[in-house]
Antibody, heavy 121, light 111 residues
Framework: EVQLVESGGGLVQPGGSLRLSCAAS????????MNWVRQAPGKGLEWISY????????HYADSVKGRFTISRDNAKNSLYLQMNSLSVDDTAVYYC??????????????WGQGTMVTVSS | IVMTQTPLSSPVTLGQPASISCRSS???????????LSWLQQRPGQPPRLLIY???NRFSGVPDRFSGSGAGTDFTLKISRVEAEDVGVYYC?????????FGQGTKLEIK
């Protein structure tokens, strides 16, 4: 079964850091581009980051550029999101997502259940 | 690219059609000639689910009452006959260029 499982969320103070993980299974992780998408409570979806299969190219939303870093470990079938300088506006459910039925820009057909990040003092 | 959906809320009677519009601030035609506009459904408490990709292609397992159309900057998702399980929020998403972007979402509810 194709699966993405996020972990690492929790409560963090403003200005703090957190590292999210996404464990992939059921497909050849190293062959697929990966993304992070977030959703603030009661709000819509926001794409925040992308990484190429071999980790040599990354893209970010302006809202997180310079603060968040996406990475992957293909040997461990894992995707990561290092989040620094967190603010209350970063409070959201964070999803990892991928397109495994086509190319990344065909649309994300696999999503994790999400991990909640709460930034509060 | 800014994606704008209308309406933001759509009360529909069971068995009746529904339509959601999505407009992009610039053309979504990629340099490869494809238009990377997809539609996703998010049921309450669930992660999003892909319905339509590249404007009009239904993803595997998606009922044929869902259809997508459009070109350039204007796109539409139609549900021919709304069923109770269709309740949720629908998002368009462009993946033609980075940063990718979603519409604000349209909440579909039953009258």
């Amino acid at each position: 079964e194709v699966q993405l499982v996020e972990s690492g969320g929790g409560l963090v103070q403003p200005g703090g850091s957190l590292r999210l993980s996404c464990a992939a299974s059921g497909f050849t992780f190293s062959s697929y581009e990966m993304n992070w998408v977030r959703q603030a409570p009661g709000k819509g979806l926001e794409w925040i980051s992308y990484i190429r299969t071999d980790g040599t190219a990354m893209h970010y939303a302006d809202s997180v550029k310079g603060r968040f870093t996406i990475s992957r470990d293909n040997a461990k079938n894992s995707l990561y999101l290092q989040m620094n300088s967190l603010s209350v506006d970063d409070t959201a459910v964070y999803y990892c997502a991928a397109s495994i039925s086509g190319w990344n820009h065909d649309g994300f057909d696999v999503w994790g259940q999400g991990t909640m990040v709460t930034v509060s003092s | 690219i800014v994606m704008t959906q209308t309406p933001l809320s759509s009360p529909v009677t069971l068995g009746q059609p529904a339509s959601i519009s999505c407009r992009s601030s610039q053309s979504l035609v990629n340099s490869d000639g494809n238009t990377y506009l997809s539609w996703l459904q998010q049921r309450p408490g669930q992660p999003p689910r892909l319905l339509i990709y590249k404007i009009s292609n239904r993803f595997s397992g998606v009922p044929d009452r869902f259809s997508g159309s459009g070109a350039g900057t204007d796109f539409t998702l139609k549900i021919s006959r709304v069923e109770a399980e269709d309740v949720g929020v629908y998002y368009c998403m462009q993946a033609t260029q980075f940063p990718y972007s979603f519409g604000q979402g349209t909440k579909l509810e039953i009258k």
